[in-house]
């Protein structure tokens, strides 16, 4: 696509902004006009509703703007999202648009909590803290470590490479998935892609996916798939929900042949009243909040990302993370 240098823009921000994070876009784009949706981070999510004729007219939007309104928006010429999943912004932006996503912002978040779910159940913390309530002083019996533990990371991009490092800091062995092999180890100790995740799967005491949407991960994880998986491992899928059949998750938990499973994404979102992923005893959930504004630093790293992109847009230069319209994730 031919990039040219702009000299008066619409910058419509529909991401929750800081006063800090006004001063840092402005800074870089004097001149051009910037709309706040809102103000306040309190009470929202990531991204603020939109009125449909402040996007109208917009030439850039930063944040996750509903993608039923982007239709709407005919002059807009660049969409940076907030978020790391792209989802179905691949279909909604025109290909004349640019779309830029936020990985690199949620690493550390997602990653750690990842880390506290999968100790949280290793270590039965879960079943302490219920006895804790009825102030019942009794030991839950043998525990697993992370210390020589075979794990899997499937989608070692910014957040599995968080993870993996954060593991193998703790004595895991780590092997990476990933789409390509070309990139390099980063921290793992093997890499392979989803050729080999069926032959692998049996090896690992911990399969953690962190995998983008997309037409080949959906419904990755089967019946069989989880199957093939060691007995008495954990699972953990921070990615998103339709990756994994939910229901053979719930038979595998239930029955014992996996050990547990910790899930901060699921499907759908959110999840409803009376589905079974809520009442599966070892299948602990949390609503898709690992990489949310709670962590001042992911906030930050999203605004950081957006500021040095828009340096980019008006200089005329190629941005960062754009969003690659094949295979629907960043390039
Ligand atoms: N739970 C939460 O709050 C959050 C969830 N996410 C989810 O995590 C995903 C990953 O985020 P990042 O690590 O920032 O993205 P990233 O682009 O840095 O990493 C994605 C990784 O997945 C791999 N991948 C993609 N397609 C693949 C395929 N077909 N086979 C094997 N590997 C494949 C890539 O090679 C890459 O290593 C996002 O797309 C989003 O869905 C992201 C942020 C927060
Ligand atoms: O970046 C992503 O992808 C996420 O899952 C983040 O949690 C933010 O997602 P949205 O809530 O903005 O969809």
Known sequence: MSIRKETSVKIVVTCAVTEAHKKLLEKIAPGHTFVYVGDSIEGTGLSIPVERDVINDADVIIGNADPHLLKQAEKLKWLQLNSAGVGSYVDVVGKDVLLTNATGAYGVAVAEHMAAQLLMMMKRLPA?????????????????????????????????????RILKGMGARITAVRRRLTKGLDGADAVATLDDLDSLLPQAQVVACVLPDTPETAGLFTKERLGKMKKHSWFINAGRGNVVDSDALCDAVATGRLAGAALDVTEPEPLPQGHRLWHTPGIYITPHVSGGLHLEYTHNRIIQIAARNLELFLAGKALEHEVDRQSGYGK
């Open 128 to 164: 302490y803290y219920d006895n804790q309530k009825v102030e019942r002083w009794h030991d839950e019996g043998p525990v697993q470590s992370v210390f020589g533990a075979k794990v899997l990371v499937v989608g070692y991009g910014d957040i599995g490479a968080t993870f993996g």
